[in-house]
Structures are given as structure tokens and as C-alpha cells.
């Protein structure tokens, strides 16, 4: 079966305080669904359109188990405490 990496980078983050409750919340969510956090944070790099945005990697055992942690009740309190706190793009995909 192959692994699943979630990948979130976020467009802005307009209330920093809500950001850092949803880290909070929504570490723990990720790693007890399973979740190995593989990086965060800023780019050190980019090249062609890329944006120099944070970003989130996060590895699953599959898409069924990322897709879970993402609809658990546990990440949607981590969702609430974000709120309108940042935009995000997130997505879910099969490794090769």
C-alpha cells in the first residue's frame, strides 16, 4: 500500500493567535490519527511560480487514514479554533 502525504500551505495567516491554538489542537489529532509531521515551515527555497508560503507535509500509511484524521471530530476542534484565522490550501496524495 502507499503512503499518503497531506500537504497544507497557507496563502496568509491573518490572526496569529488563532493559528497557534489550532497548532495546539491540531498536532495531537495528526499524530494520534497516525501522522508523521515531515516538515514545516517556510521554504528555503523556491523556484518557478512558487510562493514563499509556510508549509505543512505530513505523512500517513494511506489516503483512507489522512483523509480520516482530517474528518475526525478531534481535527474539526482544531478547524473551529482556526476559524477565519488563516487560508490554507490542503491537499491529500497518494505517494508513488
Given at each position: 500500500?502507499?503512503?499518503?502525504?497531506?500537504?497544507?500551505?497557507?496563502?496568509?495567516?491573518?490572526?496569529?493567535?488563532?493559528?497557534?491554538?489550532?497548532?495546539r489542537?491540531?498536532g495531537?489529532?495528526?499524530?494520534a490519527?497516525?501522522?508523521?509531521?515531515?516538515?514545516r515551515?517556510?521554504?528555503?527555497?523556491?523556484?518557478?511560480?512558487?510562493l514563499?508560503?509556510?508549509?505543512?507535509?505530513?505523512?500517513?500509511?494511506?489516503?483512507?487514514?489522512?483523509?480520516?484524521?482530517?474528518?475526525?471530530?478531534?481535527?474539526?476542534?482544531?478547524?473551529?479554533?482556526?476559524?477565519?484565522?488563516a487560508?490554507?490550501?490542503?491537499?491529500?496524495?497518494?505517494?508513488?
Amino acid at each position: 500500500m502507499a503512503k499518503a502525504y497531506w500537504v497544507a500551505t497557507y496563502r496568509s495567516i491573518s490572526k496569529p493567535e488563532a493559528m497557534a491554538e489550532y497548532g495546539r489542537l491540531a498536532g495531537p489529532a495528526i499524530l494520534a490519527g497516525g501522522g508523521k509531521f515531515l516538515a514545516r515551515g517556510m521554504p528555503s527555497q523556491v523556484y518557478e511560480i512558487g510562493l514563499h508560503e509556510r508549509v505543512v507535509l505530513i505523512e500517513f500509511d494511506s489516503v483512507a487514514q489522512a483523509v480520516a484524521v482530517h474528518d475526525s471530530e478531534q481535527y474539526a476542534t482544531a478547524l473551529a479554533a482556526l476559524g477565519d484565522g488563516a487560508q490554507r490550501d490542503i491537499r491529500i496524495i497518494e505517494g508513488a
